[in-house]
């Protein structure tokens, strides 16, 4: 229970928080699919109530909006904080001193703008293709599992590219919890087939996971490793990738 509330504490506004340490969140990351599926559930169940009071574009917007606000734009910032480095030409010292730069140029606009609307669309879409009721609860619970999977993925492949939050992550969200989260998020998807297409439950996942490696990959390339801000990206972008794959299922 209390790494719980350590994880509902750091990655999200509720008020289930418990005091801790970076290093006893980290320790509890394997629970980030429980988080996830509270999200969803919240998420959805906002969305549920605002396509039947404003129509589907509204409840789609509203959707994107619970998701940022829930956990504080937290991952937000990190997805900004890429897309200005990537932007950057230099070696991986001189991008990881942008991503510690606080001002926002336009690779953070771009990269924040892009990944939203074409998130924004794609929820849209899956309202249409869903139908009203029950079953966007379970999608948004497929889809915020999936997103963080995308964030395990890169913690279980990754070394830290510089010190910080980040690295305390990576440095303790190893080993057997990282494959304890992944296989929780697994198991999580799993028991939501039986409410939604077995196909668009399998394609969101591999997505997700597509999205981590890749990521992965390229923070080996642009930064030497992984930090804090990469696996920020992870959660928004593979919140996106989950989204067009369920979507393409299920359209």
Known sequence: MNSARHVFGFFTILPLSRAGTIKDTARAGYLLPLVAAVLGGIEGLAGWGCERLFGQPVAAAAILAMALLLTGFHHSDGLA?????????????????????????????????????????????????????????????????????????????????HEGSG??????????????????SASGLAALALALPLAGIITAGAAAVFTGLILAAAGRHWFGGAGGDLMGAAVEL?????????????F
């Open 167 to 184: 690295s305390v992550f990576l440095a303790n969200l190893k080993g057997w919890r990282s494959i304890l989260g992944i296989v929780l």
């Open 238 to 250: 593979g919140r996106m990738a989950a989204l067009l794959s369920l979507v393409a299922t299920l």
């Open 81 to 161: 904080d890429i897309g200005d480095a990537v932007m950057v030409h230099g070696d991986a010292a001189r991008r990881i001193e942008v991503l510690k730069d606080r001002t926002m140029g336009i690779g953070a606009i771009g990269a924040v703008f892009l990944t939203y609307l074409i998130s924004w669309a794609a929820l849209l879409q899956l309202l249409i293709s869903s139908g009203q009721g029950v079953r966007i609860v379970w999608s948004l619970m497929a889809v915020e599992i999936s997103a963080r999977l995308s964030l395990l993925m890169v913690t279980a492949v990754s070394a830290p590219s």
